[in-house]
């Protein structure tokens, strides 16, 4: 039985009206490259515009826009130089106070260290005094136990103490008006002058180139001379061996403080006060 012509008619023609379909809603090549090109036209417009309004303010002003980015770091920059120029003073006058304040520093270390060597110097010129007062209490102590034991032995003593024996009897010379009539003792001025033994005082008063000078008379009629002395402890009456009738001093003819001792037997002529002495036991 032979087939029908229209059945395939009727599926080609169903197929047909698909694609056209389909055709339909997809837009054409020409109208999608027509959409292109007219955006593109826009965008050159609008660059185009703006490039004309920026040569037409250029034209106005006289020159190009600034950026608004640059000008803002240059307003920037001079605030911040503005600030550093108002800092400047307030910098230079913490820098004077600082400069100031380290020359005080040195100022007060320097006045320290001055005090500090001022102390120093006292504490150790108070030790050397202290020193020589020790030495000189322990001198006198010394010298009045030899003293003592010297009475003991003969009742003669040396009459001063802390001495240097200069001017010896029968000297002569410049320093004297004649022969040196006794034994020089040189010490220090106010040095205590003692009785060189037990006796009485026969005269104590200003004697010529002798100075002030006292004369003690002992037992057997034995004189001696206390000369030059600045001052007296004792004017009168009995002393003992060692005791103090006056104090060393430069009156009369004297080229420095010393005691001029003269030893005058039975009341006659000077002799060697070192000798006499020496006869007594006693060591000068």
């Known amino acids: ?49 703006a490039a004309g309004t920026d040569t037409s303010r250029v034209r106005a002003t006289g020159a190009p826009s600034a950026d608004p980015d640059i000008a803002q770091r240059l307003a920037g920059r001079g605030a911040d130089v503005a600030a550093r120029s108002q800092e400047r003073p307030a910098l230079d006058t913490a820098q004077a106070a600082e400069r100031q304040a380290a020359a005080d520093t040195a100022a007060r270390v320097e006045a320290e260290r ?53 001017g010896r009897f029968g000297n002569s010379g410049s320093r004297w008006a004649h022969t040196h009539t006794g034994l020089d003792f040189a010490t220090r001025s106010g040095t205590p002058i003692k009785a060189a033994a037990a006796g009485k005082i026969a005269s104590a008063g200003t004697a010529g180139a002798f100075g002030n000078r006292i ?60 000798k006499w002495l020496a006869g007594k036991g006693v060591a000068p």
């Open 1 to 49: 039985m032979p087939h029908s012509p229209e059945a395939p008619t009727t599926s080609t023609s169903t197929s047909a009206d698909r694609l056209s379909r389909l055709k339909a809603l997809r837009p054409s090549r020409p109208a999608t490259a027509v959409a292109g090109l007219a955006l593109l036209a826009v965008a050159v417009t609008t660059g185009v515009q």
């Open 114 to 166: 001055v005090e500090a060597e001022q102390a120093r110097e006292a504490e150790r010129v108070e030790a050397e005094r202290a020193e020589a007062e020790r030495a000189r209490e322990a001198e006198e102590q010394a010298e009045a136990e030899r003293a003592a034991a010297e009475r003991a032995a003969s009742g003669w003593v040396v009459p001063t103490s802390g001495y240097t024996l200069t």
């Open 215 to 274: 004369v003690i008379t002992h037992p057997d009629g034995t004189q001696t001379w206390y000369c030059h002395q600045s001052r007296f402890a004792k004017t009168s009456g009995s002393v003992a061996a060692g005791e103090v009738i006056g104090y060393v001093g430069t009156t009369g003819n004297s080229t420095g403080p010393h005691l001029h001792f003269e030893v005058h037997p039975k009341g006659g002529a000077a002799v060697d006060p070192n």
